[in-house]
């Protein structure tokens, strides 16, 4: 029997989630049945070990911190993704920023006024309206709105998986087939999980993909505030 103070452990919880995102890439990149993502499998994973194990999710946020700093980051690292298509971005310089702030306003009001007529209250709005944008931009814009970040990450899980699992097929039957448009596409609406599947689709489609990925994240940052002001 294992000791309780070490499955509590900061090491252990650190070295388990790793592990498990390692094992699920293993199983992803052998089958390649899109349910069976590497994120999606670590998520119920360890959501079923905190659930067997009685570890509240305060603890495990604590001990697995430093992945928390790291996804932080990334955003850094977005910075260089827009530097890689400044040549691209010269010779579409409108439709690109067209798309961007088209795909900005309508993610943002679409998930808005759907949960207005469900009577959502202002707090969920805010938290679920950054869903198309990666994960720590999304908290950043939701929390000083008053938004609740541990809704505002799920949801945001929950929009990258979905775009990652069926945004391909949807472009497909909507007959999306430039690559150019369907990388861009994938990487407005499902950040960075949808430009893994991007990546995975062909190397055009993921350096759209992670064009749109930041460009969306630096256009939700900065209009958000203005949207929740003055459209709903």
């Given at each position: 029997?294992?000791?309780r103070s070490f499955l509590t452990s900061d090491l252990f919880l650190l070295t388990l989630t790793v592990g498990l995102y390692c094992l699920g890439g293993l199983v992803y990149r052998r089958v390649r049945v899109p349910l069976l993502h590497p994120v999606l499998l670590t998520f119920v994973a360890v959501i079923v070990f905190l659930k067997c194990?009685?570890?509240d999710y305060p603890r495990y946020q604590q001990a697995t911190?430093?992945?928390?700093?790291a996804l932080g980051l990334s955003v850094v690292a977005l910075g260089y993704l827009l530097y890689e298509q400044v040549e691209r971005l010269?010779?579409?310089?409108?439709?690109v920023g067209a798309a961007t702030l088209a795909g900005c306003v309508v993610g943002v009001l679409s998930v808005v006024y759907i949960a207005m007529a469900f009577g959502a209250e202002r707090q969920i709005l805010n938290s679920i309206a950054p869903k198309s944008v990666t994960v720590?931009?999304?908290v950043s814009v939701a929390g000083p709105l008053g938004g609740n970040v541990s809704v505002t990450s799920v949801v945001v899980f929950c929009v990258g998986i979905f775009g990652s699992?069926?945004?391909?097929w949807i472009l497909r039957k909507c007959g999306v087939r430039d690559p150019e448009a369907r990388g861009f596409a994938l990487g407005a609406a499902a950040h960075g999980i949808g430009t893994a599947r991007a990546i995975e689709i062909g190397a055009v489609e993921?350096?759209?993909s992670g064009l749109?990925?930041?460009?969306?994240?630096l256009a939700t940052a900065l209009l958000m505030p203005l949207m929740e002001r003055h459209l709903y």
């Open positions: 029997m294992l000791d194990t009685d570890i911190g430093a992945l928390n700093f010269r010779g579409s310089l409108l439709p720590p931009i999304a699992i069926f945004g391909e993921g350096a759209l749109a990925m930041a460009l969306m994240g």
